[in-house]
Structures are given as structure tokens and as C-alpha cells.
């Protein structure tokens, strides 16, 4: 179906793009102010803890939070110089290199994880009812399915 038959999904891209620009800058925010970390390190630090071991590949965890691998090796870097993650060597393939949650990164992330949630909740949540929520998740996975690298993304809030 092309946008032509249903203009309303033209019309709600742009509003769609300034949303999530203001709802990402608006977490980011918080996140400094009250953490003393960006989102992008919170979303690190979250998909770390979200694994047994509390470690990813470099490759996984650059999937996960949508940057290029260049992109997480300097993240990473700034990251383990403020002693929130540290980096691993697999001992089965020199090639690959694995991010590892510190103490001190679940530390933050514990005081970071009620902060994102509560963001949610005032920036996002009470302004979407339980079915909007479910529409917005299918329409939204429609188009992250659809993508050819098939790079899942996700921001992990906590909630």
C-alpha cells in the first residue's frame, strides 16, 4: 500500500521524527542532569545487563543500539576510560572483542534505570492509551522488519 491510499502516514512521519527527536533529547537531558551519563551509554549499560553474562560482542552491541562499528569502538573507549564497562578478548577468535559491565556500570545503571523510567512515563507514556501503544508496536516493527540489514533497534527504558 503507498502512501497515496492513506495520506495520514505521510502526515504523521514529520510529526513522528520531531516526537522522538524531543522524547530522546528530552531523556538524554535527564539522564545528564540526574546520572551524569548520556542515553546512548544508558542504553550500553542496559543491553549489557540484559545478557547472562553481563557482555556482548562488540559487533551484538552495536546492533543493538544502532551505531556503526566505529561508532561503538569510540563509545566503548569513552565508556571504559569513566570505568563503566571494560573489554574482553575471546579466547576462541582473536577478531572478536566483547564489552563487559563493571561494577561501577551496574552501579550507575541501577541509579540510571528509575530516572529513564520515570522519563518514559512523563515524556511518553501518559500521553499514549494501551491500544495506541499496541498500533504504535506493530506499525513500528512493520518498518524495522522491513529493514534489509535487519537490525533489530531497540531502547531499552527500564520499564
Known sequence: MSTTDHPEARAAFPIFLKSCALLVDRLDRELQERVGIQLTWYEVLAQL??????????????????????????????????????????????????????????????????????GVEVYFARYVTSQEAAVMIKALSRVLEADPQRQTVRLKTGT
Open 49 to 118: 545487563s540484559s545478557t547472562p553474562a553481563g557482555r556482548m560482542s562488540m559487533k551484538q552491541l552495536a546492533e543493538s543500539v544502532s551505531l556503526s562499528k566505529s561508532g561503538i569502538t569510540r563509545l566503548i573507549d569513552r565508556m571504559e576510560r569513566s570505568g563503566l564497562v571494560e573489554r574482553h578478548s575471546c579466547l576462541d577468535d582473536a577478531r572478536v572483542c566483547f564489552a563487559g559491565l563493571t561494577r561501577q556500570g551496574l552501579s550507575v545503571l541501577q541509579v540510571a534505570r528509575p530516572v529513564a523510567a520515570e
